[in-house]
């Protein structure tokens, strides 16, 4: 069974510019969900997709958004990068069906850099 | 009040000692935890889950959940230094995982 993935495992960007981070999910998940971790500080939930369609956004301006493909796989897109996005992005993978008693199992994670 | 609450240590115990890590959570409508453990620049790893009140135990870690005082903990027993991480805990509210800020463990050797 292969675990959740995700690229790059790292990324330099200025101010202003617009990043694009990608995860493929845990064979036999459908749902993907998005978290960032700042340093020193727990994971803060970004937003979900399940199925292909968003499925619940956590407290991030509009500038966050996602997507989901008919494989399950998932990317996050930041435009407008500010100096406090820097953080490592979490992606984690559940089954899906078992609303609040899913099991999340997360990947590496991207660590993004903003100058 | 934060929805999850947990002490950021660092804790440092000895080899071979039993380690107790703790959080409190705000909302009861809830009973869903987590506890995932997180070495340095990597992902969390799910270690335990539980489901409303009781323990469970896998080999030497054993996960509570006290409803009654809204506390969750989480046991290791004869810690190695191996065991060496952060300890996040977490509560599943509708599938959105709500997160302590996580307890920096060191096992001395």
């Known amino acids: 069974e292969t675990g959740v993935t995700q690229s790059p495992t790292h990324l330099i960007k200025t101010r202003g510019q617009q990043v694009t981070l990608r995860c493929s999910s845990q064979s036999g998940h459908n749902t993907v969900s998005w978290y960032q971790q700042a340093l020193g500080q727990g994971p803060q939930f970004i937003f979900q997709?399940?199925?292909?369609?968003?499925?619940g956004r956590g407290n991030f301006p509009p500038r966050f958004s996602g997507l989901q493909f008919p494989n399950y796989s998932s990317e996050l897109n930041v435009n407008a990068l500010e100096l406090d996005d820097s953080a490592l992005y979490l992606c984690a993978s559940s089954r899906g069906g078992l609303a609040g008693r899913e099991t999340q199992y997360f990947g590496p994670g991207t660590r993004l850099l903003v100058l | 009040q934060k929805e999850v609450e947990q002490d950021p240590g660092p804790l440092s115990v000895p080899e071979g000692a039993i380690v107790s890590l703790n959080c409190t959570y705000s909302n009861s409508a809830f009973q869903y935890f987590m506890w995932y453990r997180q070495y340095s620049r990597k992902g969390p790893e799910l270690l335990m889950y539980?489901?409303?009140?009781g323990n469970k135990e896998d080999g030497r870690f054993t996960a509570q959940v006290d409803k009654s005082s809204k506390y969750i903990s989480l046991f290791i027993r004869d810690s190695q230094p191996s065991d060496s991480a952060t300890y996040l805990c977490?509560?599943?509210?509708?599938?959105?995982?709500?997160f302590g800020k996580g307890t920096r463990l060191h096992i001395l050797p």
């Open positions: 997709y399940y199925r292909e369609e968003e499925n």
């Open positions: 539980t489901y409303s009140s």
């Open positions: 977490g509560q599943n509210r509708d599938d959105k995982i709500i």
